[in-house]
């Protein structure tokens, strides 16, 4: 930053500062409906006690009813079991958080039970970007292209019939050489095209 002659003191006073800012940005009042939710959890490294050890970080990112999209929440803890799921999405609700109608995340049962308990009322949509992964994990290196645009092509279909069509297509293709990756699309299917229930307008962005 061309900064030089930063004393220990003032990076302590920069970071209290900054500590400030982002505690009142999480614990702020969330206002109007927030119809379509994202969920997910990435891992980083931090220092506890003079080690350096692996934490989670879960983020959810709502659209509102203007189409504002806007990161909600933000919590960092020790494991992604469900009782960490559930309290962040307890503490988002008593923010109040409300409207939700789609929540979309990967397929991790703990989240998963969490949104079924905690935001009543909503779907639930498994991602398609960790489906995609999932798949590509079962088969060799050289197959993996092919199993994403089989996939991406289940969701460009106009119509729910259409990509239900596609998608037992796409089984059928699969399962004679990496049968797993039926048995995943197969699991799958129920959750995976929850977007078609909502705006063709809104679908290209939830789907």
């Keep these: ?19 400030e800012r982002v505690g009142a940005f999480l614990n702020r009042q969330i206002e109007g409906d927030w119809p379509y939710l994202w969920i997910d959890a990435t891992y980083v490294k931090t220092r ?50 409300r409207g939700v109608k789609l929540v979309i995340s990967d397929s991790h049962a703990g989240l998963v039970k969490a949104v079924r308990e905690q935001l009543l009322g909503s779907s639930w949509q498994r991602c398609r970007v960790h489906l995609t992964r999932n798949a590509q994990d079962l088969v060799p290196r050289s197959a993996r292209s092919m199993v994403a645009s089989a996939i991406r092509l289940v969701f460009e279909q106009p119509s729910e019939a259409a990509a239900r069509r596609q998608l037992d297509a796409v089984i059928d293709t699969v399962d004679p050489r990496f049968p797993r990756v039926a048995e995943l699309l197969t699991d799958a299917e129920p959750d995976l095209l929850a977007h078609f229930a909502f705006p063709e307008t809104h679908r290209r962005q939830i789907r």
């Design 1 to 19: 930053l061309g900064m030089s002659g930063v004393s220990k003191s003032q990076v302590s006073r920069l970071c209290g500062e900054l500590d």
């Design 48 to 97: 506890e006690a003079g080690r350096i050890v692996s934490v989670a970080v879960i983020v959810a990112v709502g659209v509102n009813t203007d189409g504002q999209r806007e990161v909600l929440g933000l919590k960092v803890g020790a494991s992604e079991a469900e009782p960490f799921w559930t309290e962040f999405l307890r503490s988002l609700n008593r923010r109040g958080l």
